[in-house]
């Protein structure tokens, strides 16, 4: 027979930092009360069948929050075979509130008063006898922080587990409702488990409907037991639900006064809590601190040269892509003889950069020549590249041209007199380009060839096909990439959340942003999800956990990724280098309809019947600031980057081997070079779905496929849009993409804006969906925020198209109409009264 | 006077607590309770929610919900 210990108390109270030290399980220590939504539990160390079930951090047993419930629901109904109560010595008052209660089911409890080293060191001292005899439980002092004591409660609770043991249930109300009680007691007799026959009797004196409606208590006993109640009720001037939390508390108070000594000396020190905090939740300074420290996260997650953007291009161009990475701390100057000598490699990479670009400029047009000149001889195949089938003849007449692309923007270089800056390369200086000699990495320093380097080198040499190769290394390897090179930003985002969180800070910032958000249905905490869904939507839709107000947590869910996240920022930056170069304000206007999407869509959620009632109390503990531990801040961390990974993981990677397959196959499963797309599965999806999209500007199969690979990671839109778009006419990839739109509408600026927002502002990418589904908690409600995501993005594009058609170009049909109507909908939506 | 219009500084005694249901159990759960002694410790910058120390501890609440809570003022 296993044994089950119940580990109950207050958020706040250690009670996580206990469970893992008693189980040894990695969990998250927080400071932001109701973290520990989910069950947890573990085996004892040193057992091998005690169970320690973790309950909620919960402040009490009502039956008004889903902690609570879920807890008492555990304790009334499974009945544990012991209690482990963790109590903070510190705020041991309201802690003892919830013990009193505990104690009255009748189950064996241990009370483990926590944080006794503060205790300590205050100078405060805690008489455990005494508490232990009013409660009627075993009373012990342990540090879990320090890892003092708590293994030895966990084996008193065992112990009492296994005797059975318990003490005398405690008496803590005055006369009248002791006299009341006793009354419901005699009479519900038989009807309920003798142990907590005495917390039944208390429930029904609050008339507490769950238990009730459980009970088999005739009409007429219910009756009479109401018209005892309400003697009670008219004795004590007050309703039976606050005569009984207030003589808790006044039963706690009187307790406290014989068993607490505060220390003298303390009781008018300032503590280091209280300074810190007149200067972070001061008046003034409050903001400026905020934003300060959203400034810091920014510039570590997503700043151009900080941490988080430098392991990003680390990860995914050195350690995952093809290129590979120099081991810090050991690049030094060549000192190998030839061209490179004394430089270091960035140098050396900026010396070779011409001769690179002569090679590739000049073998392309050689190839094409090459083609050109055999064309139509017999048994003629065409050439990819140059290897092998140098014609010295036709060589010598090529000469290349390209236009110059900048590196970074990706934009055309153009000269101040207007043209377009070209390279030139004859035979003769590909020659003297292709004598040069590659700087070599490892003169440089420790140099590790990146992975997907090395898997195309590691298949070079099985000799695999030129599809196997291609699967592995761009569906399967991409796949996989893809995820892990978000890793560094959403680690970094992770782990300065996790530190401000532990110590103490996320629930000031709830404090400072409460009185906005309020104001479109949504609490302070609401604040956090969305700075961290500028970062990453996963991660954002994760944080929102730490709403207790479901109603709240899953509104927050359902517009926390409007925020334009990283990747989207991708989709934004390429359409304004392609087609609002001019217009700076695009990018920022991007986040601005994001916040007002968020504003107008909190207050017209607000308004609909599912989010509509009372608004939640925001009654929130704040909690003393304390530097967070080491280990508790990377286990916290680490749990979600974990999290991350697996999700992503299961869902990204085979949705990029489907992807690479529908773009390289045809229907009859026959390979496909890249520039026979149109044959592809993706082509005939992308047309199947076209029609969607047309009265939004954009309906061509090439816009309906990069839509869908959107879906799989926002960002793949860029790639897949410069792959369909390669059959376009025009030089380069960005005029290509221009005669894309071009060629579907009259109004090629308009249908680029709308394809922009519709792929900013539908459903996030499936990873984020997939989290969403989770966290909302159903089918249905995961359903609802997508839909209304959908709707969100399609009424935006679709109204952006047809009216900027209307007032440009005076274009007026169907779908104006449709845009006019959907628009008057949700204006009555914002604007309507609401239900409550 | 009710407890959102206690100047921050000040302290008091709780007298009464209006309201009902779950909003009402819920400052109470958290200590607010007649006779309960509670300080105003700060608004927040934008003027809502305030801090409050209660039972020993710091406790942030809205002034929508302060607005049922009677307290004498003792300084």
Not at chain 1, 377 to 383: A, D, L, R, S, Y
Not at chain 1, 462 to 476: H, K, Q
Not at chain 1, 598 to 624: C, H, Q, S, Y
Not at chain 1, 714 to 737: N, R, Y
Request: include cysteine.
């Amino acid at each position: 027979m296993s044994v089950k210990i119940a580990l109950a108390g207050n958020p706040n109270s250690g009670k996580t930092t206990l469970f893992n030290a008693l189980t040894g399980s990695s969990q998250y220590v927080g400071n932001w009360p109701g973290v520990t939504v989910e069950k947890k539990d573990g085996i004892l160390e040193g057992t091998k069948d005690v169970v320690i079930q973790d309950l909620p951090g919960i402040y009490s047993l009502s039956p008004y929050s889903l902690e609570e419930k879920v807890s008492r629901k555990f304790l009334v109904e499974e009945r544990p075979d012991a209690i482990l109560n963790i109590v903070d010595g510190t705020n041991i008052e309201r802690n003892l509130y919830l013990s009193t209660q505990l104690a009255e089911l009748g189950i064996p409890m241990v009370l483990a008063v926590n944080m006794m080293d503060v205790v300590k060191k205050n100078g405060d001292k805690i008489d455990f006898a005494r508490i232990g005899k009013a409660l009627g439980c075993e009373v012990v002092g342990i540090s879990a922080l320090k890892k003092e004591g708590g293994l030895e409660a966990a084996r008193k609770a065992l112990s009492l587990a296994e005797t059975g043991r318990k003490g005398e249930v405690p008496h803590v109300f005055t006369g009248s409702v002791e006299h009341a009680l006793a009354h419901i007691e005699e009479s519900i007799q038989g009807k309920v488990p003798k142990d907590s026959i005495r917390w039944y009797a208390i429930k029904i004196f609050e008339r507490d409907r769950d238990i009730i409606k459980n009970l088999d208590i005739g009409v007429g006993l219910m009756k009479h037991l109401e018209e005892h109640i309400r003697d009670c009720e008219k004795e004590l001037d007050d309703d039976a639900e606050s005569i009984i939390t207030g003589q808790r508390y006044e039963f706690i108070q009187s307790l406290m006064s014989k068993a607490l000594a505060k220390s003298e000396a303390r009781k008018n020190k300032v503590s280091l809590s209280d300074r810190i905090d007149r200067i972070v939740t001061n008046r003034i300074l409050a903001i400026p601190v905020f934003i300060l420290s959203l400034c810091a996260m920014w510039f570590l997650a997503v700043s151009d040269n900080g941490p988080g953007t430098v392991l990003t291009d680390w990860a995914n161009d050195g350690l995952l892509g093809t290129d590979g990475w120099h081991v810090p701390f050991t690049t030094h100057e060549s000192s190998a003889d030839g061209p490179y000598k004394n430089m270091d490699w960035e140098a050396a990479q900026e010396a070779y950069a011409p001769h690179a670009k002569n090679i590739e400029v000049w073998e392309g047009a050689y190839v094409e020549a090459f083609n050109g000149a055999n064309k139509g001889k017999e048994g003629f195949e065409p050439i990819e590249n140059v290897e092998g089938k140098l014609d010295e003849r036709i060589a010598a007449s090529v000469k290349a041209e390209a236009s110059l692309e900048d590196e970074e923007t990706g934009e055309t270089v153009v000269d101040d007199d207007g043209k377009e800056r070209r390279w030139t390369c004859d035979y003769a200086a590909y020659k003297a380009s292709k004598a040069f000699p590659e700087p070599d990495p490892s003169d440089f320093g420790v140099w590790v060839p990146g992975i997907g380097a090395l898997i195309a080198t590691g298949l070079e040499k099985l000799g695999v096909g030129e599809t196997v190769a291609s699967l592995v290394n761009d569906g399967a390897w991409g796949g996989v990439a893809t995820v892990l090179g978000f890793v560094p930003v959403i680690f970094v985002v992770f782990l300065f959340l996790a530190f401000l969180e532990d110590c103490g800070y996320m629930a000031r910032v709830a404090f400072i942003m409460d009185r906005i958000f309020r104001r479109f249905g949504l609490s302070g905490k609401s604040f956090i999800p969305m700075i961290v869904g500028k970062g990453c939507g996963v991660p954002a839709v994760m944080a929102a956990r730490a709403i207790e107000n479901r109603r709240d947590q899953r509104m927050t869910i359902i517009l926390a990724t409007f925020i334009p996240c990283g990747a989207k920022t991708v989709i934004i930056a390429m359409f304004a280098a392609v087609f609002f170069r001019e217009m700076w304000y695009v990018a920022p206007l991007m986040d601005v309809i994001g916040i007002a999407i968020i504003v107008l869509g909190g207050i017209a959620l607000k308004k609909t019947r599912m989010f509509a009632g009372d608004a939640a109390p925001f009654v929130m503990e704040l909690p003393a600031y304390h530097m967070p531990t080491l280990s508790g801040v990377w286990r916290h961390t680490w749990n979600r980057v974990k999290g991350y990974m697996l999700k992503a993981g299961l869902v990204i990677f085979p949705a990029c081997v489907f992807l690479w397959f529908i773009m390289h196959f045809d229907w009859s499963f026959n390979v496909l070079a890249d520039e026979e797309i149109e044959k592809s599965i993706l082509h005939d999806l992308g047309s199947a779905i076209a029609w969607l999209f047309a009265p939004l500007g954009f309906g061509t199969w090439q816009d309906a496929a990069a839509t869908v690979s959107a879906e799989i990671a926002k960002e793949q839109a860029t790639a897949t849009l410069g792959l369909v778009a390669s059959g376009m006419d025009g030089a380069s990839t960005a005029a290509q993409i221009q005669s894309l739109f071009g060629s579907m509408s009259k109004f090629p600026l308009l249908a680029a804006f709308s394809f922009m927002l519709f792929n900013l502002f539908v459903p996030p990418c499936m990873v984020a969906i997939a989290v969403t589904f989770r966290e909302m908690g159903s089918k249905a409600w995961g359903w609802f925020a997508v839909g209304f995501q959908l709707f969100v993005g399609y009424v935006l594009a679709l109204s952006v198209y047809q009216l900027g058609m209307l007032f440009s170009g005076g274009v007026f049909g169907v779908w104006t109409v449709v845009a006019i109507a959907a628009d008057i909908f949700c204006i009555w939506a914002v604007t309507r009264k609401s239900k409550a | 006077m009710t407890l959102d219009k206690i100047q921050p500084g000040r302290s008091g005694r709780i007298s009464a607590i209006r309201g009902e249901g779950a909003v009402k159990r819920r400052i109470m759960d958290m200590g607010l309770t007649k006779g309960a002694s509670v300080a105003v410790r700060k608004v927040a910058p934008l003027g809502d929610p305030i801090e409050i120390t209660v039972r020993g501890y710091e406790l942030s609440l809205r002034k929508e919900e302060a607005l049922n809570i009677e307290v004498d003022i003792q300084n």
